[in-house]
């Protein structure tokens, strides 16, 4: 199991791995239990944790990256049951490792969930964000790659096109008519 496949289920708590996606729904695996079950698409939503993004003053960020924070400031963690923590302590806990948060869309309930999620991945071991840099640098280097190249052909387009303007006044000025 990879981060990759771990994925939020509204309606449900915990974390589940994607196993499967049928066409009207999915089956998941339960990270803290490991009990398999379908997952209808009318009645819940599915969200690779990968995708989701927390708000700050500045760009959003990835969840991974709060994650790796977490693991940076491991012995700060407030209480590992987030339900029993003090809402100041959480919000001071995020402010400490992660100053940017936006505290008027970050609610403390998404702090919690975040708390428990952390914890989930902590004892299934899937706490490896290096990978996900590695991948994440690439395709920054690729979409670099591909916005310098479509630069390059764009300016060689509208070169040609100028080129090819000037040789049409060219010729239009050497074949047109004489007034008498």
Known sequence: M???EIVAVTGLGGLYQLLTTKSD?????????K???FISARQHNVTPLESIEVY??????????VFRKMQEHEEQVPL?????ANNAAIKLYFKTIFPEFDEERVYVS????????YELLKVNDLLH???MNEEEEAGEELVAEEE?????EATAAIESMTAAEEENEIVETEEAPKSE
């Open 56 to 65: 700050t003053t500045g760009d959003n960020v990835r969840l991974h990256e």
């Open 148 to 152: 310098a190249k479509a630069e390059v």
């Open 129 to 131: 964000f290096e990978k």
């Open 25 to 33: 729904g999915a089956i998941v695996r339960n990270v803290a239990d």
């Open 80 to 84: 590992a049951d987030a339900k029993t």
């Open 2 to 4: 990879e981060y990759r």
């Open 35 to 37: 009990s398999t079950k």
């Open 110 to 117: 998404d702090m919690k969930k975040m708390l428990k999620w």
